[in-house]
């Protein structure tokens, strides 16, 4: 009887630890096909967010300047650099030497690449998918954030259209950065909430600071705090073994692998266009150089102060009283906080400053919006979403409004701009240079003509003004065009050489400009007064130019075919006040004739 009774036990027990496993197996099924019905929605949803966020950002990139059918291109210095830049890249010329800019070489890349074939629709294609990029990478890091479909979409439709209307017709530096710095803060994040499984990702991260610090060089100051955050995170964890301080170790050469694959192939870049040390000056030299403590100045910094609390202010306190308690992301935050002032107060401050270039603090505020938004609990409401966007979208509005102010207090003289690139373009051809004295390089990008020489900023070192004044009596420019309430740098010196070598324009009338002419390119448009005397020196000067170039040239007929077709850049490439001049291969294709 007993062995029948421990037969059955063990009979019992089988099949009831079997129906247990199949009972589990069943649940198992059961929850795998509640979640695939979960996910198909799920799936579906992405789709359509996906769908709008890319009409969304086509639709705002039509206001972009490089969309060449609705847009024309006239804007301040630093935007007419930028336009300018892709244009004077495929015709021979070089940042940093032919023009002045604080903005990275790979910014200046993707400019070049824009402008590729005399258009600027790559550029504007490239615009428009780094807005779909950034729009698209906001809403995953929304939903990473536990925020809502409809919040982490809100969210990133408002910031994709503050972002375009903060750059004002786009191609700023600040814009591409965003993309690699979105992705480098979302890390960041990480790193200071111990979520990173794999030390090789390092390496990555190494590569997009790189590539932000390589088209926004302000950020360097940033990268270089991450690393003295990145070392306070270190010692306050405790306790301190070897497997943590190889981990650091590692962490930090990883790092640098990443960051130095960017660095090699800028250098290579920069050494094989010859600019790689006036870059390094313009770039992280200049921009203290150049600071300024002027009214102006003060007025930029309070306009953008305002515009910064009414767009990040309800950030800034929730970052306030984050950094009252005593959580993990305390240090993440004040990291946060150090960064977004260092680059605000850098920016401001420099002679360049234009509002869009505050859009990097996008990047560096987004984690304290959606951990507000959380901290909150909104719900997925329309009127709770507009409620708390709020002083955001008013501060768009302000932005905007100064924009529409500026364009038609402009207008005038944008117009102006345009009658004297259309007079330029129909009297010269790609090979002739012009020199503008005027507060943009507007009449050189529309005019498809290139720049005689640089014309330094008022804020500029001596050695860059010295090297314009004793560099333009070596060059020759086909016309000079002077804005007549120019009051910058090279005034004096184009006057001198106005009055030996240039004449009064008579066929072209303006209110703003005036355009001269060198003597004896075209007698009939040129003014009479003094023309014989003006005449008999330009006359000794050809002679004996000419004579020169016999002496130099004459060698054989097969030379002389060949350099006809070559444009003279080497007496225009300028390699910057601290080096000599170097000769530029003249045949390259010369686009936008």
Do not use: C
Not at 63 to 86: A, D, M, Q, V
Not at 225 to 230: G, K, Q, R
Not at 260 to 277: A, C, D, E, P, R
């Amino acid at each position: 009887m007993v062995k029948e009774k421990n037969t059955y036990s063990r009979r019992s027990k089988y099949y009831s630890e079997a129906s247990v496993i199949k009972t589990n197996k069943t649940e198992e099924t059961q929850t795998k096909n509640i979640d695939n019905l979960e996910e198909s929605p799920k799936k579906e949803k992405n789709f359509f967010v996906f769908i709008l966020l890319l009409l969304i950002s086509l639709l705002v990139s039509l206001s972009f300047n490089s969309f060449p059918i609705f847009n024309e291109f006239y804007s301040g210095l630093k935007e007419s650099i930028n336009n300018y830049s892709g244009f004077a890249m495929n015709n021979g010329q070089m940042p940093y030497r032919n023009f002045y800019s604080n903005d990275g070489p790979i910014f200046f890349l993707i400019n070049e690449l824009g402008n590729k074939f005399g258009n600027t629709w790559i550029l504007w294609g490239i615009e428009t998918l780094n807005l779909i990029f950034v729009s698209n990478l906001i809403y995953k890091i929304g939903r990473r954030h536990n925020i809502s479909t409809f919040g982490a979409t809100f969210i990133s439709i408002l910031s994709i259209i503050g972002v375009a209307v903060a750059i004002n017709g786009g191609n700023l530096a600040a814009g591409f950065a965003i993309y690699p710095i979105l992705l480098s803060i979302d890390f960041i994040d990480k790193i200071f909430n111990n979520q990173v499984d794999k030390d090789s990702k390092f390496i990555i991260f190494g590569s997009l600071q790189a590539i932000s610090v390589f088209i926004t060089p302000a950020m360097l100051l940033v990268n270089i705090l991450f690393f003295v955050f990145f070392f306070i995170k270190f010692l306050k964890e405790k306790p301190v073994n070897k497997q943590k301080i190889y981990s650091f170790i590692y962490r930090i050469l990883s790092y640098i692998f990443g960051f130095l694959i960017i660095f090699y192939l800028t250098i290579y870049y920069g050494l094989i266009n010859q600019f790689l040390v006036p870059a390094a000056e313009q770039m992280f030299i200049l921009p203290f150089q150049s600071i300024r403590f002027d009214s102006s100045s003060i007025l930029n910094l309070v306009a953008s102060l305002i515009l910064l609390l009414l767009i990040f202010g309800k950030q800034l306190v929730y970052l306030a009283k984050e950094l009252k308690s005593s959580e993990k992301g305390n240090l993440f935050y004040k990291f946060i906080i150090l960064a977004s002032l260092l680059y605000f107060i850098l920016t401001v401050l420099s002679p360049m400053y234009v509002i869009g270039d505050l859009v990097i603090l996008l990047p560096l505020f987004l984690i304290p919006i959606l951990n507000s938004h959380n901290q909150e609990g909104e719900k997925s409401s329309v009127l709770l979403g507009v409620k708390s966007s709020f002083l955001p979208l008013l501060g768009i509005l302000v932005i905007l409004a100064y924009d529409v102010y500026t364009q038609v207090e402009k207008r005038p003289i944008f117009e102006e701009e345009s009658r004297v690139a259309s007079f330029i373009h129909k009297n010269t051809n790609i090979k002739d240079r012009v020199l503008v004295l005027s507060d943009d390089y507007n009449i050189y990008v529309n005019s498809k003509r290139l720049a005689t020489l640089p014309i330094p900023l008022n804020s500029y070192p001596e050695i860059y003004k010295k090297h314009f004044t004793e560099t333009l009596p070596k060059t020759e420019s086909k016309f000079i065009i002077e804005n007549k309430n120019y009051d910058g740098v090279g005034k004096k010196s184009v006057n001198t050489e106005l009055d030996s070598s240039y004449a009064l324009n008579k066929k072209f009338k303006s209110n703003d400009f005036e355009i001269y002419e060198r003597i004896g390119s075209d007698d009939s448009l040129i003014d009479d007064k003094n023309s014989k005397k003006n005449k008999g020196s330009s006359k000794e000067k050809t002679e004996s130019s000419s004579s020169s170039s016999e002496n130099i040239n004459g060698t054989s007929d097969q030379e002389i075919q060949s350099t006809e077709d070559a444009v003279p850049d080497q007496q225009y490439n300028n390699p910057g006040p601290n080096q000599q001049y170097n000769n530029v291969d003249p045949n390259q294709q010369y686009y936008g004739q």
